[in-house]
């Protein structure tokens, strides 16, 4: 009964009537939480013990409760239960519906009911705030903010107070540069502060002490796509009665200060919000006439020219004026035909802040006028509609990437001088709120187009805004989302982007600190949250074992030391300027991506070199290969040496080893162990059919041959009950398994760069080995012609009338007669066989000539030099132009792919395909969203005295005069200059007078 519970506080009122009580419990020192249902029943529906550290209602009917998980047996971890509210005239019920864990190794015990948001949303960490939905469990987006103190939100405008300022970020939209503003007065009551539902500003009464008394002066209103804020008075004032006491507040007139914010705000802000233009901001309708806004009096005439716009400006001065009919003209011109669309001019509206839309038959638009008239947004016909007094406009359709390819299109289109479509481009990009929100889709539509112009300004502008707010990494998933696109038409900008932000400090950092991490250690903030099961507790466990058993044994290898100090260096963290690269999408099939395609990733998608020929690249392997690659490199690396070793001991004959059965068994196990391997093979082919079986993909047979030899051999072993003589299909079976195992070493950078040497040095004289092929069957097809028999060779028949015949070139032996003379006629014979003249025949001719390469004459031993002027001639100039010509050259070529300097970047390369071949094939579709291990955001440790010698290196690459990249300098941003004394150290003076010189290294020459 409620009776029973001894309350400490009310905590929440749920819109179902629900009531969160916190009460003692037997332990009085101990706190523990009940929901009651007062309308229905005085018993509790739930109470939750100790290790509950809070409870909330969220809406929709949901409930939410957090807990520290306090079970011996299983890994400590931060709980989060939702619960659903089912009430009905009878009873109210709690349904469990799921329960959740982030990640064990990331420690977030403060998470409590500030965390979560009225309609589901969580968010929770520190330097990098993640924003999940706990109701569906799906990651929605991530802000570079610390957010840890208390957030006010509208569940679209995230905002904190902090020293006197307030940090504003769109949740939906964190691209979007936080906003950061001060009050005008201090506030005293931050319960004063809320946000509005309706509109994405802020609402902020604003408390200003004089002589004791409080004044209250108005809200905050914030346009977060113009980055700007602005205050509104209330004139009209309530007397109100609280605790006692008459307290005077402003009266809030919701007309008024709409109409207030309306004046102030962008045209962006306004469309954001999806407004209905002529009912709620109050747009004036005009045909044809004068009509004055705040600051721009618009004019609107037709005469015998057809219908003319004007602008004028304060005093009356003029600001533009242009042809309106001739205008529309060029947004409506067909390019398939010479026809022109009807699209005569119907009205305008004004909008509040001096902006107007112009409506036609065919079109409408969004004018604006600063020095110029200019056009701020267009929409074809399809895009909105407008009956009588009701104008609904489908805004999301304007910023795809389809209707951008079409401005892209007709940029060239002009009128008295005026690029509207260009000019319409480059509003977007000019702003760096626009930029952020639309550059992704202009940059594709500019692939699309091959507008190479506008790639390239796309990227420069890029780099322009991260220079102006540092902080705001996201800015780079403008061009790191179509990094895969750029890699097959424009792989130039991908180089250039790749080193201007070859050297990114990490956001969160701002110190050098000592590090046991090594050089290029990849790291993330992120963390995943787990749904509770069977599967991720075991992994829970299996983890936090695994790192507690670590632990214990380096204490103990640290105190074998005998006290020595293990190696730390000074570390500074950098960051890999790919956000969104190695993550995948949040929503997916899981039986679509198990049983056929997997969705890549940009990662997956973009492995080239000159990703990988950098820090950058090589931190990002490092993290992958960390987190998850080596580990399963290794299973899949057990899994085969299990099925090379069953096939070896089943086929090799020892003697007494193995039973008959035994050895059946090993061969089942073999075949099992084979399908197995061959089943990811299958999954590789049904991704990509054409890379796979392509020329250039040499390892696929190396593959196929390991999986495919042994299982036929097994099988045809076992259906022959191992009797079968034949023995070439184990030698090939064992020789291609005993190669497959050597490729394993492949990905240890020990043995890696020696493989990519050998394997890119073999593809550099890919052309000339064919070029000497064909050199050496016209000498062989020469030979041929020149000591083939005339007669097959008998060895029952002897032919001694032909001199080619083998009968003649065989060994001949004579007798030494008593005199010690020889005698004149042969009284033994070598009997000959078919390889005594390899030039019988041309397969054999061609094998003899590959051997008198190498130096080896006993092929034309049989045969007289002098007798043999044309053999002579053959010989000599076979062996000056292969043996003393052609195998030098191909020495010298061999030596320059040995000395290539981008032999480890290639290493990386063929190892980040090993990795991207583990995720696609490998990993389970939900492995793949695990957050931890893909994703946004990638940091690595830099050791300083590297970070200065790489700055030094660059420095003197960019003073030698013969410098290959004039144009490509890393951005060096001036607090990692100071983080690492750079601009302090008078040796290394002449590297900051050089960075100062070029103004970041961001200036071409």
């Known amino acids: 009964m409620i009776e029973e519970f001894e309350f400490e506080k009310l905590c929440g009122v749920s819109d179902e009537g629900l009531l969160n009580i916190l009460y003692k419990g037997k332990n009085k020192d101990v706190k523990e939480r009940a929901v009651f249902d007062i309308g229905k029943d005085q018993r509790p529906l739930a109470t939750f013990k100790n290790h509950v550290t809070d409870l909330k209602f969220l809406k929709n009917g949901y409930m939410v409760v957090t807990e520290m998980s306090d079970n011996e047996k299983f890994a400590p971890f931060v709980g989060i239960k939702v619960f659903s509210i089912r009430k009905t005239q009878e009873s109210t019920h709690l349904e469990f519906r799921h329960s959740m864990a982030i990640h064990p190794t990331t420690v977030y015990s403060s998470i409590d009911s500030r965390n979560f948001l009225s309609d589901g949303k969580f968010l929770f960490g520190y330097d990098l705030v993640q924003q999940w939905n706990i109701v569906n469990v799906t990651f929605e987006n991530n802000f570079h903010q610390n957010f840890s103190q208390v957030c006010l939100t509208n569940d679209e405008i995230l905002s904190k107070y902090k020293e006197e300022n307030f940090i504003l970020m769109h949740l939906k939209k964190p691209n979007l540069k936080p906003l950061t503003f001060s009050p005008f007065y201090q506030l005293h009551d931050v319960d004063e502060i809320s946000i509005s539902k309706n509109y994405d500003f802020l609402n902020i009464r604003e408390v200003k002490e004089d002589n004791m008394q409080l004044e209250f002066n108005g809200y905050y209103f914030v346009d977060l796509y113009d980055a700007r804020f602005g205050n509104i008075s209330m004139p009209e004032k309530v007397i109100s009665i609280v605790d006692n006491k008459p307290q005077m507040r402003n009266l809030v007139c919701k007309e008024i200060m709409q109409q207030q914010i309306n004046r102030f705000m962008s045209t962006h802000f306004l469309l954001s919000n999806n407004l209905p233009f002529i009912n709620e901001i109050k747009g004036e309708k005009i045909t044809y006439g004068e009509f004055p806004g705040e600051n721009i009096t618009w004019k609107i005439d037709k005469g015998e020219n057809g219908v003319t716009l004007s602008a004028i400006g304060d005093e009356e001065l003029p ?146 805004y991260y220079k102006m707010n540092p902080d705001q990494i996201n800015m780079f998933k403008v061009v790191t989302s179509s990094l895969p696109k750029l890699r097959k038409s424009y792989p130039y900008y991908i180089n250039k982007f790749l080193i201007h932000t070859a050297l990114i400090k990490a956001p969160h950092i701002n110190k050098i600190y000592e590090s046991k991490h090594s050089h290029l250690c990849g790291y993330t903030h992120e963390a995943h949250l787990f749904t509770l099961n069977v599967f991720s507790r075991f992994y829970f466990n299996t983890l936090h074992y695994l790192v507690l058993y670590t632990l214990h044994y380096f204490k103990l290898l640290s105190k074998s030391v005998s006290k020595k100090k293990l190696d730390t260096n000074p570390t500074i963290d950098l960051y890999v300027p790919l956000p969104g690269f190695a993550s995948y999408s949040a929503t997916y099939n899981f039986f679509e991506e198990l049983l056929w395609k997997a969705e890549p990733n940009g990662f997956v998608k973009t492995i080239i070199p000159e990703l990988y020929s950098d820090w950058a690249g090589e931190a990002l392997i490092n993290f992958k290969w960390k987190t998850f690659g080596r580990i399963y490199y290794i299973g899949i690396w057990i899994l085969y040496t299990f099925f090379f070793l069953t096939f070896t001991l089943a086929t090799t004959e020892f003697d007494g080893f193995l039973t008959s059965s035994e050895r059946k068994f090993l061969l089942k196990i073999c075949v099992l162990l084979g399908v197995i391997q061959l089943y990811f093979e299958l999954r590789k082919f049904i991704w990509n059919p054409g890379k796979y079986i392509s020329i250039s993909n040499f390892t696929v047979l190396i593959d196929l041959s390991t999986y495919l030899f042994p299982i036929y051999t097994s099988i045809f072993l076992l259906t022959n009950n191992y009797q079968s003589t034949a023995i070439w299909q184990r030698v090939i079976s064992v020789l291609v398994l005993d190669i497959k195992f050597i490729f394993f070493l492949r990905s240890f950078s020990y043995f890696g760069v020696f493989f990519e040497i050998i394997s890119n040095v073999a593809k550099s004289v890919l052309s000339f080995s064919i070029i000497l092929v064909f050199i050496i069957f016209a000498y062989a097809h020469a030979f041929y012609i020149l000591l083939r028999p005339v007669r097959p060779f008998d060895p029952d028949n002897p032919d001694y009338d032909d ?203």
């Open 803 to 1005: 001199p080619n015949s083998p009968w003649n070139l065989a060994t001949k032996f004579k007798t030494i007669l008593p005199d010690g003379n020889l005698s004149s006629t042969s009284t033994l014979i070598e009997t000959p066989s078919s390889s005594t003249n390899l030039f019988e025949s041309l397969d054999t001719a061609i094998l003899a000539v590959f051997a008198l390469m190498t130096g080896d004459y006993s092929s034309l031993s049989g045969w007289e030099m002098r007798d043999n002027a044309t053999l002579s001639v053959l010989w000599i100039s076979f062996l000056f132009l292969t043996g003393i010509y052609l195998l030098n050259m191909f020495i010298g070529l061999l030596n320059l792919g040995i000395l290539n300097k981008n032999n480890y970047a290639l290493f990386l390369t063929k190892k980040a395909k090993i990795i991207a071949e583990i995720e696609l094939f490998y990993l389970l579709p939900n492995q793949r969203r695990w957050r931890h291990w893909f994703p946004d955001h990638i940091y690595y440790h830099a050791n300083v005295e590297e970070v200065q010698a790489k700055l030094l290196e660059l420095n003197e690459i960019n003073l030698r005069p013969d410098r290959q990249y004039k144009l490509y300098k890393p951005i060096i941003h001036h607090n990692l200059l100071k983080l690492i004394n750079m601009d302090k150290n008078n040796q290394k003076k002449a590297v900051t007078d050089e960075i100062i010189k070029f103004d970041a290294w961001t200036q071409t020459d």
């Open 319 to 464: 600001i533009d004026t242009l042809i309106l009919d001739e205008f529309l003209k060029i947004f409506n011109n067909n390019d398939d035909t010479e026809s022109i669309y009807d699209d005569s001019y119907i009205q305008s509206y004004l909008l509040p802040n001096d902006d107007l839309i112009i409506v036609a038959k065919n079109s409408l638009m969004f004018i604006t006028a600063t020095d110029r008239i200019q056009i701020l947004y267009y929409f074809s016909r399809n895009q909105f509609f407008l009956d009588g007094e009701m104008l609904m406009i489908d805004i999301d359709s304007n910023f795809k990437v389809e209707r951008f390819e079409f401005f892209l299109n007709n940029l060239d289109k002009k009128f008295d001088g005026r690029h509207p479509y260009k000019d319409m481009i480059m509003i977007y990009l000019d702003n760096l709120i626009t930029f952020t929100l639309y550059a992704a889709n202009i940059l594709t539509a500019a692939i699309i187009t091959h507008r190479g112009d506008y790639i390239e300004l796309i990227i420069d502008k890029c780099l322009e």
